[in-house]
């Protein structure tokens, strides 16, 4: 069974706090992704990663970075998380065929 | 103009219903075209995939792509409340090598008993 798996379900941070979202996928894709998944805005697309050490900026990439180290894990981190940053984040991997493969969600609450 | 464009809804019929979700897209070169399911508080999960216009059935789901109008349609038969979920459609850009996705913001859809 293909699995993409993100380290924790809810992170509560406070502001200023530098936040590290983990993401590990066990298909060999390439190609991986983070959203931010808000009520009436749908996904927005903040990084992906086409391979170890490349990234390209999604749509909402500021105040967030990503770490590609490994094939297997994509990390986003937020460098200075504020309250706006408050979100339900989700990681994607893509197939060759480009078929996505979601994690279960982290609700990331920014106090 | 956003590349795919969803009315979020939300929904809500009884149990038993035909259900019609849609979206409407601005690329022509889209070619292939998915639908997503998310259940509260998990990942979406693909439902369907097609490809070039026409039909494509499985089971209770339809889904119908006409490219002369870029529209596309999920519809589902004798609806259960277990359809109750957030419906995504979503369109891969294959002629990027990156293979990016773009979505729609999803249908909030619940079945009511």
């Known amino acids: 069974d293909v699995k993409v798996t993100q380290s924790s379900r809810y992170l509560v941070k406070r502001t200023g706090e530098k936040v590290f979202l983990e993401c590990v996928q066990d298909?060999?894709?390439?190609?991986m992704f983070w959203y931010r998944q808000d009520p009436g805005l749908g996904l927005r697309l903040i990084y992906f990663?086409?391979?170890?050490?490349?990234?390209e900026k999604g749509d909402i990439p500021e105040g967030y970075s990503v770490s590609r180290e490994k094939k297997e894990r994509f990390s986003l981190i937020l460098e200075s998380a504020s309250t706006n940053q408050t979100s339900m984040y989700l990681c994607?991997?893509?197939?060759?065929?480009?078929?996505?493969?979601f994690g279960q969600g982290t609700r990331l609450t920014v106090v | 103009q956003k590349e795919v464009e969803q009315d979020p809804g939300p929904l809500s019929v009884p149990e038993g219903a035909i259900v019609s979700l849609n979206c409407t897209y601005s690329?022509?070169?889209?070619?292939?075209f998915m639908w997503y399911r998310q259940y509260s508080r998990k990942g979406p999960e693909l439902l369907m995939y097609?490809?070039?216009?026409g039909n494509k059935e499985d089971g209770r789901f339809t889904a119908q792509v006409d490219k002369s109008s870029k529209y596309i349609s999920l519809f589902i038969r004798d609806s259960q409340p277990s359809d109750s979920a957030t419906y995504l459609c979503?369109?891969?850009?294959?002629?990027?090598?990156?293979?990016?996705?773009?979505f729609g913001r999803g249908t909030q859809l619940t079945v009511w008993p």
């Open positions: 990663s086409y391979d170890v050490k490349m990234k």
């Open positions: 097609t490809y070039s216009s």
């Open positions: 298909m060999d894709h390439e190609n």
């Open positions: 690329n022509s070169a889209f070619q292939y």
């Open positions: 979503a369109m891969p850009d294959r002629g990027s090598t990156l293979g990016r996705l773009y």
């Open positions: 994607a991997s893509i197939s060759v065929y480009t078929e996505a493969f």
